[in-house]
């Protein structure tokens, strides 16, 4: 889960202020720094593999750092900024959006943290004008192009770097709350405990750390076997509203294997995301160890046995899934993955909770051996797999239902009515068949512009047709044409039927020879 830092380096940064420290004179902008270093040391020691990008933004933005994993290079470029002209958070936000959709993509979740003073400004790109062009978007040109929410899963978390007893502070903290609420997919605004100082703004970092950036450990369960597993990213809880319930979980700190399937039989099925799993060595929940162990004990470490490894080695031989269950009613699978030819990782994806996630397994709850299946066509060693499950009621496709959400839809089956018209009397059943469909669409949806269209394109066909053409096509379309436009047309219940003619009836009785 990729990290961006968007650090606000505008004039209003360099501010001094007086801190309870000595009272010496320092700025916010040193500040922010003080803060983002523990963060940085934070993630070094628990979340070693997230990616970390720097953004400093005052009117313009650029990218300082390019996502790394190296810590330190951060901790360098904070330290030799230098201070721009006045703040436009909307122009940040737009380049973050094009930085990480362009680096990242549109599915993987990100994390962007607003390290800012909450200055207002004045004119536009200010705050305030910010928020109030989020609430009158409907107003404002369509082309009008705006950075929030983002394109992408990514929660929006802002570092206030104010004094909370100020007036101004708390105008700017309503402000980028809002800005928050824009975005909706999450994220929470952090101010300092007390007065602006080193050891309130730490603690503020630190509360984001704890909170948003904490790994993930549980332990992996298979019979009797077990092991202590760290989970990247973190394992959130889910908290949605559906059509008639509000679901909400939470993962257990336990995962239960409950079972094995093949890679065919799952196929690909949709997940909610995807996590790396990664063993925890028993070592690394003992007591700190001496400077002068420390190489000897991590090359323990990494020869140490682990269930894990065991699981993913299996999985990648015999080309299998792991189905786990993470809480009550919410399933994941474990898999090998490789990200190269040489290597490959243990990885879970998160199915939506719910038994009933993989409609082609049936009931996940259901699911026992493959020595318990009924049938003989499906024991062991006869290979032929007893997935895809069939639904308990057997649905009839006779009737396709018209689908009109495209103007492609509408004009195919248009075509389909003039098709069978030019080659009436042959497909005469098959002309009123499309047109009565067509025609129950149209009512249903009120769409009753239709009728009269397609009553006009069957008269210009009557008058395009050929002169070796059998005259019953003309009767027929000029019948069906005169009966779309009139009261009658509009009744559901009265369905077109072909209309009686001597070269009908004599085309029926030579059909029927």
Same mark, same amino acid.
């Given at each position: 889960?990729?990290?961006?830092?968007?650090?606000?380096?505008s004039l209003?940064?360099?501010?001094?202020?007086?801190?309870?420290?000595?009272h010496?004179?320092?700025?916010?902008?040193h500040?922010?720094?003080?803060?983002?270093?523990p963060?940085?040391?934070?993630l070094a020691?628990?979340?070693k593999?997230e990616?970390v990008?720097?953004v400093?933004?005052s009117?313009l933005?650029?990218?300082v750092v390019?996502?790394?994993?190296?810590?330190?290079?951060?901790?360098?470029?904070?330290?030799?900024?230098?201070?721009?002209?006045?703040?436009?958070?909307e122009?940040a936000?737009?380049?973050?959006n094009?930085?990480?959709l362009e680096?990242?993509?549109a599915?993987?979740?990100?994390?962007?943290?607003?390290?800012?003073?909450?200055?207002?400004?004045?004119?536009?790109g200010?705050?305030?004008?910010v928020?109030?062009?989020y609430?009158?978007?409907s107003?404002?040109?369509?082309d009008?192009?705006?950075s929030?929410?983002?394109?992408?899963?990514?929660k929006l978390?802002?570092?206030?770097?104010?004094?909370?007893?100020?007036?101004?502070?708390?105008?700017?903290a309503?402000?980028l709350r809002?800005?928050?609420?824009?975005?909706?997919?999450g994220?929470?605004?952090f101010m300092p405990e007390?007065s602006?100082?080193v050891?309130?703004v730490?603690?503020?970092?630190?509360?984001?750390?704890?909170?948003?950036y904490?790994?993930f450990?549980?332990?992996?369960?298979?019979?009797?076997l077990?092991?202590?597993?760290?989970?990247?990213p973190?394992?959130? #809880?889910?908290?949605?509203?559906? !059509?008639?319930?509000?679901?909400k979980? $939470?993962?257990?700190k +336990?995962? @239960?294997?409950?079972?094995?399937?093949?890679?065919?039989?799952?196929?690909?099925p949709p997940y909610l995301?995807?996590?790396?799993v990664?063993p925890?060595s028993t070592?690394?929940?003992?007591?700190?160890?001496?400077d002068?162990?420390?190489?000897d004990s991590e090359?323990r470490?990494d020869?140490?046995?682990?269930f894990?490894?065991?699981?993913?080695g299996?999985?990648?031989?015999?080309g299998?899934i792991?189905?786990?269950q993470?809480?009550?009613?919410?399933?994941?699978?474990?898999?090998?993955?490789?990200d190269?030819k040489?290597?490959?990782?243990?990885?879970?994806?998160?199915f939506?909770?719910?038994?009933?996630?993989?409609?082609?397994l049936?009931c996940?709850?259901?699911?026992?051996?493959?020595?318990?299946?009924?049938t #003989?066509?499906?024991k062991?060693g !006869?290979?032929?797999?007893p997935?895809p $499950?069939?639904p308990? +009621?057997? @649905?009839s496709?006779?009737?396709n239902?018209v689908?009109?959400?495209?103007?492609?839809?509408?004009?195919?089956?248009i075509?389909?009515?003039l098709?069978?018209a030019?080659k009436l009397?042959?497909?005469l059943?098959?002309?009123?068949?499309?047109?009565?469909?067509?025609?129950r669409?149209?009512?249903?949806?009120?769409?009753y512009?239709?009728?009269d269209?397609?009553?006009?394109?069957l008269?210009?066909?009557?008058?395009?047709l050929?002169?070796?053409?059998h005259?019953?096509?003309?009767?027929?379309m000029?019948?069906?044409?005169s009966?779309?436009?009139s009261?009658?047309?509009?009744?559901?219940?009265?369905?077109?039927?072909?209309?009686?003619?001597?070269?009908?009836?004599?085309?029926?009785d030579?059909?029927?020879r």
């Amino acid at each position: 889960m990729p990290t961006v830092l968007l650090l606000d380096v505008s004039l209003s940064m360099s501010r001094p202020i007086a801190t309870l420290e000595g009272h010496e004179e320092t700025s916010r902008r040193h500040l922010a720094v003080a803060g983002i270093n523990p963060f940085l040391d934070y993630l070094a020691s628990n979340c070693k593999l997230e990616f970390v990008s720097l953004v400093i933004f005052s009117s313009l933005y650029e990218q300082v750092v390019p996502f790394t994993r190296d810590y330190n290079e951060i901790r360098t470029a904070v330290e030799k900024l230098d201070d721009y002209d006045k703040t436009c958070i909307e122009t940040a936000l737009g380049g973050v959006n094009m930085l990480i959709l362009e680096e990242w993509g549109a599915s993987a979740p990100c994390q962007v943290i607003l390290v800012t003073d909450g200055a207002l400004g004045f004119g536009e790109g200010s705050l305030k004008q910010v928020v109030q062009a989020y609430s009158n978007r409907s107003a404002l040109a369509a082309d009008h192009k705006f950075s929030l929410p983002f394109k992408f899963p990514c929660k929006l978390h802002v570092m206030l770097l104010g004094d909370s007893t100020t007036k101004q502070t708390l105008i700017s903290a309503s402000l980028l709350r809002d800005l928050i609420s824009v975005n909706g997919q999450g994220g929470e605004l952090f101010m300092p405990e007390g007065s602006l100082s080193v050891k309130t703004v730490q603690g503020m970092f630190s509360a984001l750390a704890e909170k948003y950036y904490s790994p993930f450990v549980g332990v992996l369960k298979c019979g009797n076997l077990t092991c202590p597993v760290h989970i990247f990213p973190t394992l959130d #809880a889910y908290d949605r509203v559906h !059509e008639f319930e509000h679901v909400k979980k $939470v993962a257990s700190k +336990e995962i @239960r294997t409950c079972g094995f399937i093949d890679i065919a039989d799952i196929a690909s099925p949709p997940y909610l995301s995807r996590h790396l799993v990664l063993p925890i060595s028993t070592s690394q929940s003992s007591c700190a160890k001496t400077d002068s162990n420390k190489d000897d004990s991590e090359e323990r470490e990494d020869k140490s046995a682990a269930f894990t490894v065991l699981l993913h080695g299996s999985l990648k031989v015999e080309g299998m899934i792991a189905l786990v269950q993470i809480s009550e009613d919410w399933y994941g699978m474990m898999y090998s993955y490789a990200d190269s030819k040489k290597k490959s990782n243990l990885m879970l994806s998160v199915f939506e909770p719910g038994p009933n996630v993989i409609s082609w397994l049936g009931c996940l709850s259901h699911l026992g051996p493959v020595s318990d299946l009924a049938t #003989a066509s499906n024991k062991p060693g !006869e290979g032929k797999s007893p997935f895809p $499950v069939c639904p308990a +009621e057997r @649905r009839s496709y006779s009737q396709n239902c018209v689908v009109w959400i495209k103007t492609t839809g509408l004009h195919t089956d248009i075509q389909k009515i003039l098709r069978n018209a030019r080659k009436l009397p042959e497909k005469l059943p098959h002309f009123y068949k499309e047109l009565n469909r067509l025609r129950r669409a149209a009512l249903a949806l009120g769409f009753y512009e239709l009728l009269d269209a397609v009553a006009q394109l069957l008269d210009r066909e009557c008058t395009l047709l050929a002169g070796n053409t059998h005259p019953d096509a003309a009767l027929q379309m000029a019948h069906v044409a005169s009966f779309l436009r009139s009261e009658v047309a509009r009744d559901a219940e009265q369905n077109i039927v072909p209309l009686q003619t001597n070269f009908s009836t004599d085309w029926g009785d030579r059909s029927d020879r």
